[in-house]
């Protein structure tokens, strides 16, 4: 019997998080961005992701990269914008993907991005497709990319391809063990009968 318990809870615990993947490659709904210094949208029932494109004057623009600043750049986050991406209520950021951020002999871009407005920006670099899936894992409120200045001749821009987060499943879980609990007490008691 203990083991059919420790196997139920075990089989919820898995069961515990809903994960969306964000693709602001995609036109539906992303395209609503352009020319907005912010832009919000509901993705589960009591959960908004927010975009703000930052400082002030700066828009969000939406191409097939992903998410960029403009208005003189528009498809990509340039040296001195920032691309701030938020959640209500926090959310479990899986991973990020960036695009357009290249390592090559002409190019080398660089970028950061920064967790909860706080804390030291956490660097990353250039490849040669371009493509960078960065691996956050941790619960934010918000999470700010923007473009180092390394090159004078080149200096680095880069897209938000994507993102993964993970938000609880809003009661499922406990919904599941409930139900197990109440199987189990009703073996219990046919057996003991």
């Known amino acids: 019997m203990i083991k059919i318990i420790l196997s139920l809870l075990m089989t919820v615990g898995f069961c515990s998080a ?8 995609q036109s539906n709904p992303w395209a609503a961005v352009d020319g907005q210094s912010a832009y919000s949208l509901q993705y589960s029932p009591g959960y908004s992701i927010t975009l703000n494109a930052l400082p002030s004057g700066k828009t969000l623009d939406q191409t097939s990269a992903g998410i ?4 003189l750049q528009p498809d990509e986050i340039q040296n001195g914008e920032f691309l701030q991406v938020s959640f209500t209520p926090p959310a479990t950021l899986n991973s990020a993907t960036v695009d357009k951020l290249y390592l090559t002999w ?3 871009d660089q970028g950061a991005y920064q ?5 030291n920006w956490i660097t990353f670099n250039g490849n040669s497709s371009g493509t960078l899936t960065l691996d ?3 619960e934010v409120e918000s999470i700010t990319f923007r473009a180092n200045p390394v090159g004078i001749l080149s200096p680095s821009d880069y897209a938000l391809k994507g993102m993964q987060v993970s938000v609880p499943d809003g009661g499922v879980t406990l919904m599941l063990l409930g139900g197990a609990l109440v199987g ?7 057996f003991n009968a």
């Open 136 to 138: 956050i894992g941790s």
């Open 18 to 25: 809903e994960t969306f993947n964000f693709d602001f490659t």
């Open 115 to 119: 967790v909860n407005g706080k804390g």
């Open 68 to 71: 960029g600043i403009g208005p």
């Open 184 to 190: 189990l007490a009703t073996l219990r008691r046919k």
């Open 106 to 108: 002409l190019d080398n």
